[in-house]
């Protein structure tokens, strides 16, 4: 047996309709299950379906109380770094995506560019943006990072 693939990212969010929006109108998921559980405070949950319908993002309202990693930041000045640092989704075109995301509130992070990657270099074209939330996103046009053939 063996881990088959990521199954799901799972998001607190400021804003709950807010973060939905941003996922489903400007990165194309669409939403999924739907519940709420008042055993652990969650008032509202959804897993958002993403468009290759092989990996989803879990979404949960800011007074859920889910497992994480860290406490949570004081203010929006106060970042908590973990262990995750951001995410990254395949793209067919990193520049669109990225001035979508741009058009649907996300911050600029690092513009859409190319990286050299090890010895041999791999070239990436990517970008990152905050999603409107405050995740850190990576947009990466499909690369094969399996070199051991």
Not at 9 to 27: G, H, M, N, P, R
Not at 64 to 92: C, M, N, T
Request: hydrophobic content about 45%.
């Amino acid at each position: 047996m063996s881990v088959k693939g990521l199954a799901h990212v799972a998001i607190q969010a400021k804003d709950y309709e807010a973060t939905v929006a941003f996922y489903t109108e400007a990165l194309g998921f669409k939403k999924g299950h739907h519940w709420s559980l008042p055993a652990f405070q969650i008032k509202e949950a959804s897993m958002l379906i993403s468009p290759d319908q092989k990996t989803c993002i879990e979404i949960f309202d800011h007074d859920a109380v889910i497992p994480a990693q860290g406490k949570r930041a004081a203010s929006e000045q106060d970042i908590a770094h973990g262990a995750l640092l951001h995410f990254a989704f395949y793209v067919d075109h990193v520049d669109e995506m990225y001035q979508k995301a741009i058009a649907y509130g996300a911050k600029p992070f690092i513009e859409p560019g190319e990286l050299s990657l090890g010895e041999p270099p791999l070239l990436v074209k990517n970008a990152v943006i905050y999603s409107p939330n405050g995740e850190v996103i990576e947009f990466l046009q499909e690369v094969d990072f399996d070199r051991s053939l």
